[in-house]
Structure formats: structure tokens, C-alpha cells
């Protein structure tokens, strides 16, 4: 008798079944866990750009808070930080999406300019993120509702 090499057709389709059922396990983790790095990513831009208005503002008190989020980035390799572009943030967040959320500058009014609100929302809804944040000039990061919606009186990130 002979002795057999290899594995049978079946021993094959058992261990690929095996793998097909760990992935279907492990896949929907790995989705929640990248959405969860996102959301905090994005919690940590809205900090880092809170911190950059309030430089700014310092820096430029006659201007007030920056009116866009190319103000508060710039080249800053090539060029000394001017009011248009303060080099305070880095270039991926001053174009306004990193880590799957775009990040906008809103409501920027008056002469020096005393109020600004930042929302950031997830770039695809369910797949690189599921909240919305936001923060007005008194640097606390909420959580509302919507997009757009951002009025200063939404809970605050804890």
C-alpha cells in the first residue's frame, strides 16, 4: 500500500471555511477599532486647532481669530509666519481632512474678529466615523447632533 502526500480536497475546503469564519469575527473589529482611532484623531484636530486660534489671536490682536484654516498653516519652511499663513498647524489639517474627517472654520465675524466655531465630520458616515465634534472660541470640544450645527451648548467630550 502507498503511503498518501498532500492533503484531500476536503482537509483543503475545512481550513479555508476555518479562515473564512475567523475573518468574518475579525473584520468588523478591525472597522470599529480604525472609526474609534479616527474619532479621537479628529477630537485631537479640534484641540490642536483651538490652541492655534488662540495663538493667533494673541499674535495678531488687531485681526482677531484666523478667518481660515490656511491662515493658521502656511509654508512654513520656506517663509517667516505671516497673519495669512501662521505656520501653527501642519499642512494636512490646514487643507481640512486628516484621518478620514474633514475639518471646516465657520461663523468667524467681527472686526477684530471675536468668534469662530470648527466642526469635523467623518469624511464617509459608518466607515470613518459615526459623531460629528465641534468647538467655539471658549476651546471646549462638543459633540452635537449634525453637521452645521454647532451652537457652543452641545455636550462636551469628557
Do not use: H
Request: net charge positive; aromatic share 8%.
Amino acid at each position: 500500500m502507498r503511503k498518501q502526500k498532500g492533503f484531500s480536497l476536503i482537509e483543503l475546503l475545512i481550513v479555508v471555511a476555518i479562515i473564512l469564519i475567523i475573518a468574518a469575527i475579525a473584520i468588523p473589529n478591525l472597522l470599529r477599532a480604525r472609526i474609534a482611532a479616527n474619532e479621537s484623531s479628529a477630537v485631537a484636530g479640534v484641540r490642536t486647532l483651538n490652541t492655534a486660534q488662540i495663538s493667533y489671536y494673541s499674535a495678531y490682536p488687531t485681526i482677531g481669530y484666523a478667518a481660515t484654516l490656511a491662515n493658521l498653516g502656511g509654508t512654513c519652511s520656506t517663509t517667516a509666519p505671516t497673519s495669512t499663513g501662521a505656520c501653527l498647524i501642519d499642512n494636512a489639517l490646514s487643507t481640512g481632512t486628516k484621518s478620514g474627517y474633514t475639518f471646516v472654520l465657520a461663523n468667524v465675524s467681527g472686526t477684530p474678529a471675536t468668534s469662530y466655531a470648527f466642526e469635523a465630520a467623518p469624511v464617509g458616515w459608518n466607515q470613518t466615523g459615526v459623531r460629528y465634534f465641534c468647538s467655539v472660541q471658549d476651546a471646549v470640544v462638543r459633540v452635537p447632533a449634525a453637521a452645521g450645527t454647532c451652537a457652543g451648548t452641545e455636550t462636551p467630550i469628557q
